[in-house]
């Protein structure tokens, strides 16, 4: 299985904060990886796709880059919406695996 | 609009079987180039996959679960189900059932999910 490592685990910030989680992988992934936006008592909602991909109607504060095994999810400007869980995953091979989360709290 | 909704019993006794159905409405399980599937969250905790099943009805399990998970469909019903045999207290959690984003493969993400259903496991 491909495991996968996320950092920080949590942080505080601030509204207009910018705020970098990181995503390595065990093995190289090719940018197959998606992130992830999950708020409490919901489903998850996935903001990116192909490691840097927006999905339609996602605000474009959020960005993606990284190649190989490491991966960064920004957020440009930080929104009171923005506070929640963010997960990676990889779609490369079997099993799908998921990072561990971020949970993003307000300062 | 296509929605998902799982159900099932809240509570299982341990070493029993949990079989859960995900309905789905706006759209047909038997469409080519999707997929669905099952994820899972215990409280407090990340998410893990727990198996999809194709257009085609092919199978995939997360090896990590595969002798205890079995997944199958009514089609008349345009329902998705999946059972978890001998199950303990590692297997409470949420479950999700989920739409696999439209590719000719499983190897990709859910883009749509259901609400999810707790499960909880007793002694």
Redesign the interface.
Known sequence: DIQMTQSPSSLSASVGDRVTISCRTSQDISNSLVWFQQKPGKAPKFLLFDAFRLESGVPSRFSGSGSGTDYTLTISGLQPEDFATYYCQQYHSPPLTFGGGTKVEIK | QLQLQESGPGLVKASETLSLTCTVSGASITSSGYYWGWIRQPPGK????IGSISYRWST?Y???LQSRVSMSVDTSNNQITLTVSSVTAADTAVY?C?RH?YSSSM?????H????LLVTVSS
């Open positions: 990340g998410l893990e996959w995939y997360n090896p990590s999700y989920g984003r190897y990709n993400w859910f883009d999910w259901g609400q999810g």
